[in-house]
């Protein structure tokens, strides 16, 4: 193989994605990942019996045209789920999203998040400053101080104030009056934000989707490490050989992309520094118990959790556990950079973890731990993000290469949106 139309780099979702289209297209391709086995953060762990993901990777969809692509690969293996989600707050478990549902808090929290939504709801702004200016004058200052912002600093580790809002329109919906109102009662408002629905393959974790896809693919190579991308000639180094490219697909994250251009580009060590990420380790519990839990995952705004988010995986699968009486949940701690002191970590966490009250150490048992790490989880949308992306957009266009996926692209976005833009990128180059 010297020769190839296509290369892809990486193959999570996004480069399995590009290949099916380009498998659909009768084009010449071939794909390099580096790891053993293909997934990426879509990959599954199998664990004496246990299933982990990369924590909780449910499947959202928006778009017509991804799900009827996942509904194609996995037809009757999808279990469609309404979502039992809660923040526990204040030793209350608050039916998710925290502001659909403020007849949950006390009377007092109650009447003064309303007063501060409608004082916010009549004085709305278009532009907002950063995200700490959004979250405190969207929904009102009482409901950013109890949830949005102790929240997202907790999970993000960075200066709300140096956070932009050019990303989170879908994830975030404007409330009308009539909801807010709605809000005071003590009513579960079910279907609401974009994740009220989800899917999830019934066998064998996240991975089911990366196995089903893959029976369609040929020119897959694991275990191959991208050492260098040699732009101006267009060839790729990987096990020892040049492979030349007409189009070449990048998945694999940006800053690590950015290090393997020949020739490297301008002010690399300034333009890595501004790519600001936030990363997860991620504490996955089997547990064995005899009481009931049901929830689908919760979330913790307060300090006294050193988790942002904790899951339960057997509620989305019967199959993610051996036994009935089994459990088996995820705990997302985010970090920046590094993270210190594993052994306390664990220890912390696990006392955290009996802390909230679905468990107690009399009825359940932590049989088995198994930590993953997450380096790039969250990109974070600093001011510096949007110049940097459309100067490469550009550089890479003149280039012929083509970024897909929540890493490539640094942005914020999910499996179905793998899909679709690789699908996008993939008829594109017929044209
Ligand atoms: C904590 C968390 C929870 C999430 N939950 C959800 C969810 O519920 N629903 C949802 O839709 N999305 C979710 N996502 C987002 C989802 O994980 C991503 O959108 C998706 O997995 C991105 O896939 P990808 O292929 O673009 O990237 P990746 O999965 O990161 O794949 C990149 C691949 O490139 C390979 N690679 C790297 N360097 C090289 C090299 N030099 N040579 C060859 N190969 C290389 C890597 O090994 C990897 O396999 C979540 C993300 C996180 C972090």
Known sequence: MTQKKIIILGGGLSGLAAAYFCEQQKQDYALFEKEEKIGGLCKSHYIDGFTFDYTGHLLHFTNDFA???????????LTEKTRNSYIFYKKKFIPFPFQQHLGYLSENEKIQCFIDFLDSYFTKKNNYKNFEDWALTFYGAGIAKKFMLPYNLKLYKYDLKKITTDWFGAYMPQLKLYEMLKSLTIQKNQYCGYNSIFYYPRQCGINQLITAVSKHLKNINCRAVV????????????????????????????????????????NLSAALDKLEYTSVYNINYGIETNTANKLHWLYFPENKFQFYRCGFYHNFSKNMTPYRNQHSAYIEISYRKILQNINDLHRAIKNQFFDFGVYNKKNSKIILEFPLDIKYAYVIYNKHRKKIIEYLSDYFFKNSIISIGRYAEWNYSSMQDSIVTAYNKIINLNK
């Open 227 to 266: 050492y260098s991308v040699n732009i101006q000639k267009k060839y790729i180094e990987v096990d020892n050989q040049k492979i030349f490219y007409d189009y070449l697909i990048n998945t694999i994250p940006l800053p690590e992309f950015l290090k393997l251009l020949i020739p490297k580009i301008k």
């Open 67 to 77: 799900k009827k692509i996942v509904f194609d690969l996995l037809a009757e293996e």
